[in-house]
């Protein structure tokens, strides 16, 4: 994939992407250690494990991967503007531009799979987009690997789903980041830009695949990952509504 970003221009957005972000998820960057955890475990004493991130965005996860992991780590994504601003910043990662929801698109990448991780992009499926992926993800991951997932999920009795959103909403207090860039205005900011107005559409530059909020929680991703395959799911880390779901092949 050739970009035509400049890669200072990239770098520029990707860091305001991952502001942007931290509004939303003040424990990002723990959550991304906590899933690079669990795949340097799985991926213990193999040779060239392959990863693969669905829903990379602008490669933020697919970035920290690389730079923990030796072997093919592969970012997926349907929004060809996140992508280039992922693969102009270059990691050294593949990037794949497909849509999570296409049968048979995880031919893109080809052979077996270590770990599929994603964070901040499966509650945009809708549930039986994502009983489908769950079922393809089965197919391609070898016995033992992962799903691992960061995720918002909701917590379905409603004191508690309450409580869960007072946690992180006081934990974003405490980390400084409820006056970060909102999502809506990244995306105007972006449409802006001169460096990117020449090289991009209009369309281009406005998030088309999203916005869906699925609102299963971690008993019916559990439920959806056991009856797609997997022999073990369930929570391996939380803080307020954010979660860290773990699936064994
Ligand atoms: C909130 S962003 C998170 C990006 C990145 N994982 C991160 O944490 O910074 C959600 C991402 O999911 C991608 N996405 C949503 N639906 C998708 C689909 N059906 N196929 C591929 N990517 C999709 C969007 O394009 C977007 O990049």
Known sequence: MDSRLDSGVAREWVRRWDRQQERYIAD???????????VERVCEG????????LGCGPGS???????????????????????????????????????????????GVGGKWDAAVSTTALHWLRPEDLAALYRELA????????????????EPQP??????????????????????????????????????TGLFT??????????????????EHVA???SAGFAEAGVVWQYGDDHVLVAVR
Do not use: K, Q
């Open 224 to 226: 959806m990952l056991r």
């Open 61 to 107: 996860l697919t970035t920290r991967l690389r730079e923990r992991l030796a072997g093919r780590v592969v970012g997926v994504d349907a929004d060809r503007f996140l992508l280039e601003l992922a693969h102009a910043t270059d990691s050294g990662a593949d990037y794949l531009h497909a849509d999570l929801t296409a049968p048979g698109w995880t031919d």
């Open 139 to 154: 197919e391609v991951i070898r016995p033992g690997g992962v799903l691992v997932d960061g995720d918002h999920l909701r």
């Open 28 to 38: 990002r960057e723990e959550r991304f250690r906590i899933i690079g955890d669990v």
């Open 202 to 219: 209009t369309e281009e530059l406005s998030c088309r695949h999203g916005g869906y909020g699925n609102g299963l929680g971690p008993d």
């Open 159 to 196: 004191t508690l789903r309450d409580l869960a959103a007072h946690v992180r909403d006081r934990r974003a207090e405490r980390a400084g980041v409820t006056g970060n860039e909102e999502w809506r205005r990244w995306w105007e900011s972006v449409r802006a830009d001169p460096h990117l």
């Open 46 to 53: 193999v040779d060239a494990p392959v990863v693969v991130d």
